[in-house]
């Protein structure tokens, strides 16, 4: 029998503090915020990471980019649940809006950056490889909404050395979200 693990509460909300099955609301759990690349809400905790698959929910303001422009070797899915978001995806632009869908096989380069005139909200899902590896390509298209790298990197810590780190908190439009 699989136990229901424990929720702790922390600055921004709850986060599972024990592995187990647990329920809990958008609206209550942690969240981590970046002044530069939005919201996150991650559902996992330091202590209770999911083994199999990395989901979160992305909230980005109009400019906002989610990440830097990079590729994995793993397997993500997105699905856009309100607002609109650019995706820029192998070099090219895609506008996005509530209820798409973006799929990326292993090895697919791309960023999301908000668009329209209010936050977007995206469901983000990644399959977790013990082996995984991930390259930030230089990429004239990402630097020029502010989400690409000089030179290419294999590493995150390299890639993200001028950006400051998340902090606990609620995302700063949290009253125009779609479930408040």
Known sequence: MVEEARLAQ?????APATEGWFVVNVRDAAWH???VFGA????????????????????LRPGQPAA???A??????????????????????????AWDF???????KYVFIGAGDAPCVILMTSTRKQDRTIVYPDSE?????????????NSPAEAYAA???????????????PWV
């Not at 922390?10 to 709850?14: F, R």
């Not at 950006?163 to 979200?177: M, R």
Request: hydrophobic residues 35%.
């Open 10 to 14: 922390n600055v921004s909300g709850l």
């Open 33 to 35: 915020t970046d002044e």
């Open 40 to 59: 996150a809400c991650i559902f996992e905790g330091p202590e209770a990471r999911f083994a199999d698959l990395g989901i979160n929910l992305r909230v």
């Open 68 to 70: 830097l422009y990079h």
């Open 72 to 97: 994995e070797s793993n397997q993500e899915d997105f699905l856009v649940l309100s607002g609109e978001c650019l995706l820029l995806v192998e070099g090219e632009e895609r506008m996005l809006r």
């Open 102 to 108: 973006v799929h990326c096989p292993p090895n697919t």
């Open 141 to 153: 298209l990402a630097c020029g909404h502010g989400a690409g790298v000089e030179t290419e990197t």
């Open 163 to 177: 950006f400051s780190t998340l902090e606990l908190g609620q995302p700063e439009d949290w009253d125009a979200l």
